[in-house]
């Protein structure tokens, strides 16, 4: 390729890299504000530099920075600044395109997280991992091009405990929080093999409530793969890292329903999410929730929202430590916001939907 200006170069990438993620020239020429003939012409320049093929193959001194490349940095500043008040912990927002399909923009995030991780993760320490979909596609896009066999992930949501009938049992095995570390320790050359974590992650209705309550609980916490997390000397106290997912609304209902079966329960309308899979309202943590609700939460075994707002608090402004939390979508707003001014979230990852929908929720506030 011939010699370019530094600026002409790094638009190439961009327009290289967001065709490699599948977006057309028509969606390329309106997110970057260029015209179609120029998106076709630096096509062109990618394929000619090798850049571009099937796959987005960055050169070697931008494949680090390239998260930043392709960064919404305006909405991301604009978010920042609406949730800062005194007493935030909440450091950086990062929003990223939103792609012309779920499966897309799944992609995006994916592919932007495991750059960030990849660059900013420290090179020892404690990594915590919680459970779910956004972190499994995460760590199965990360290629790190070194190890780090200081580091250690560490799972932080036990056993579903899903029959292996049930139409969401493979999920709950791909989700899981300590397949999820292994994995991470896998892409990272981690020596220090990761725990399995044996307990079962919430406790049904018929063990959780009446005079036994507590000698049911008492007996799931004496797992020692329980105590080598939660307890007085677990992992837990020690993170310098939490990655971790929030839950919307309709798909953290969705998951407690198979984890309660039959169990009939109405969710109230103050509910938008889960933290930590503990439901809160739009106040966050503070906010108080029906009888019901508290009974559904005291029922989550370890991972909770005081050990993100623990870490979020003593965290230092410094990208890959502290809390790290990813979502997509604007049904995630609330549980978003709520985390927010919770302070639960030191790093946020959002997509342009979501991000938009933050924005509408500080508007409303105000």
């Not at 707003?333 to 959002?350: D, K, P, Q, T, W």
């Amino acid at each position: 390729m011939a010699e370019r200006s530094p600026r002409t170069e790094k638009q190439v990438l961009r327009v290289a890299y967001l065709r490699a993620q599948g977006a057309t020239y028509g969606a390329i020429s309106d997110q970057l504000g260029i015209s179609i003939a120029t998106v076709a012409r630096m096509v062109d320049k990618a394929e000619t530099a090798g850049w571009l093929h099937l796959t987005f193959t960055p050169p070697p001194n931008y494949r680090n920075a390239i998260w930043e490349l392709v960064q919404v940095k305006e909405l991301g500043d604009r978010i920042l600044a609406a949730f800062q008040a005194p007493g935030s912990v909440l450091h950086s927002v990062s929003v990223y395109p939103s792609g012309a399909s779920q499966e897309r923009t799944h992609g995006y995030m994916a592919s932007h997280l495991s750059f960030y991780l990849e660059q900013t993760l420290p090179r020892q320490g404690l990594v915590g991992c919680n459970w779910g979909p956004s972190l499994c596609r995460i760590v199965e896009a990360l290629t790190p091009r070194d190890r780090r066999p200081e580091l250690e992930f560490v799972p932080l949501f036990g056993r579903l405990g899903i029959p292996r009938h049930a139409p969401n049992h493979a999920d709950s095995v791909r989700w899981d929080a300590s397949r999820i570390a292994k994995e991470f320790a896998t892409r990272f050359g981690s020596r220090v093999p990761p725990m399995t974590l044996s307990f079962r992650a919430f406790i049904p209705e018929r063990f959780g409530v009446g005079d036994h309550a507590a000698v049911i609980t008492d007996y799931v916490q004496d797992d020692q793969s329980y105590q080598d997390v939660f307890g007085p000397q677990g992992s837990v106290h020690l993170l310098s890292t939490i990655i971790t997912g929030l839950g919307s609304r309709q798909g953290a209902w969705r998951r407690f329903r198979a984890w309660i079966g039959d169990e009939k329960i109405e969710l109230p309308d103050a509910i938008v999410g889960d933290l930590a899979q503990h439901f809160v309202t739009a106040a966050g943590v503070a906010g108080e929730v029906t009888p019901a609700v508290e009974s559904l939460n005291q029922r989550v075994v370890g991972f909770a929202p005081h050990h993100l707002i623990r870490l979020a608090a003593r965290s230092t402004n410094r990208p890959g430590l502290g809390v790290i939390a990813v979502a997509e979508g604007r049904l995630k707003a609330g549980i978003a916001a709520a985390a927010i001014r919770s302070g639960a979230v030191n790093h946020l990852f959002v997509d342009e939907e979501l991000a938009h929908a933050l924005l509408e929720c500080t508007s409303s506030d105000t």
